[in-house]
């Protein structure tokens, strides 16, 4: 897989997880290193996505670092670290994903797509936090509006509304809610 046909967002959380691996030893970066990096990335579209299709985050993020303080450590690599199968696995598939879709780059939300195909640990961990890969899916279409990623910032501008706008119908129907 190319470097350069992922997208910025992505680059950076493949770049987090590497770094957090080797922080806490581990010989290999992981998928759950990369879901990791993914639910911390400052403005990162995956959390707000996940939240879309129906996962409680705050559960998941605190899975993802119970999951990360059982993997085994190394010492005496001298900073030695490789991707693992298992997420090689994870971005050939996500890479696949973005051909079928018709994207020119590989974006953050097709790793969360790869990331629960099939009955890995993270596919698990994903699912039993209320990810499927229908409402996943779902959550895609609906932040991207039927528009393929053909930009290495078109996460970062996909979120410029929600960012710098405010929502006045969510407002209204939240202020309804609570009268």
């Known amino acids: 897989m190319r470097m350069d046909k992922l997208t910025n967002q992505l680059q950076g959380a493949l770049a987090d997880a590497q770094s957090l691996a080797l922080g806490k030893d581990h010989n290999f970066v992981e998928p759950v290193h990369l879901l990791s990096a993914l639910l911390e990335q400052r403005g990162g579209s995956s959390r707000p996505l996940l939240q879309k299709a129906g996962c409680d985050v705050n559960s998941l993020a605190e899975s993802v670092s119970k999951a990360l303080a059982q993997l085994p450590t190394v010492t005496g690599s001298g900073g030695d670290i490789h991707l693992s199968n298992d997420l090689a696995k994870v971005l050939n598939l996500t890479d696949k994903l973005a051909q079928q879709g018709g994207d020119s780059y590989i974006s953050s939300e097709l790793v ?43 996460e970062e501008s996909r979120q410029a509304l929600d960012k710098y706008t405010i929502d006045l119908t969510e407002r209204a129907e939240q202020a309804s809610w609570t009268r």
């Open 112 to 154: 969360l797509l790869a990331m629960l195909q099939g009955a890995s640990a993270i596919a698990q961990m994903l699912k039993a936090h209320g990810v499927s890969e229908e409402s996943l899916k779902a959550a895609i279409e609906s932040v991207r509006g039927g528009e393929t990623v053909d930009d290495p910032q078109a």
